[in-house]
């Protein structure tokens, strides 16, 4: 980063420590103790209470009864205001494909090398589902979000992305139109997704994810795909 003066100026440890405490907490997907958040990111559990005494002051994280840390309200907010009109457009089919498919239904973003859950819908009516945080994420090169984003991305965006490599299944994705995998990022799920391409908005997926069984995956794309579709004519 240029510090104005004509020189780089080095990054900011405190920030990047902190940056990467929520990144943490996000991937946790439950309260961790002080000691195992410092044990994890490598640092004096003292580091680690200074800086989360920070984020707790700002609402980016809250903790329990017992002391143990996680995301706070604000993390909600911040999060509604990324790729907001993307957002918007894609919530109504999300809920849409949740509730027809009875299946947790979500919309992803590339986040440089990984794969972000930006909103997520739990089907209303079905008996069981599965969970998708938001803030979730994952490698670009795993599950079926991730090909399928890989399956729109042009020669300039990997050059963007250096040492990343397309998948065999992402060619297979673009011609087909969405992207399937199962026992990839969590053992026993599944997924099917299709990619979201609009002006002015990130490379996105819109996928659903359930228990792997058998189901009729083209089916599952056909919708996904028509989701995509309606989300990219609203964006346009």
């Known amino acids: 980063m240029d510090d104005g003066a004509g020189t780089t100026a080095p990054p900011l440890q405190t920030l990047s420590r902190g940056i990467r405490m929520l990144e943490l907490l996000a991937d946790a997907g439950e309260p961790l103790s002080i000691p195992a958040i410092a044990a994890r990111l490598g640092l004096h559990r003292s580091i680690a209470y200074r800086i989360l005494r920070t984020l707790e002051d700002h609402g980016l994280v809250v903790r329990d009864a017992a002391g143990a840390v996680e995301l706070g309200p604000r993390m909600a907010t911040l999060a509604r205001a990324v790729s907001r009109d993307l957002q918007a457009a894609a919530l109504p089919q999300l809920t849409a494909v949740a509730n027809e498919l009875s299946m947790t239904a979500f919309l992803a973003v590339l986040d440089r090398h990984d794969v972000v859950t930006l909103v997520t819908v739990e089907p209303t009516h079905a008996h069981a589902s599965v969970a998708q945080r938001p803030g979730t994420r994952h490698p ?64 996105a997926a819109l996928a659903v994810v359930y228990m792997a069984s058998e189901v009729d995956t083209a089916r599952l794309g056909a919708r996904l795909r028509e989701a995509a579709a309606a989300i990219e004519a609203d964006l346009r």
């Not at 399956?151 to 992207?179: I, K």
């Open 140 to 203: 670009l090169a795993s599950g079926a979000p991730g090909i399928a984003i890989q399956s729109v991305l042009t020669e300039a965006q990997w050059r963007m992305l250096p040492g990343e490599h397309a998948r065999d299944e992402a060619a297979e994705a673009r011609s087909r139109g969405y992207a399937t995998s199962h026992d990839e990022v969590i053992v026993g799920l599944a997924s099917v997704a299709a990619p979201v391409q609009a002006p002015g908005q990130p490379v």
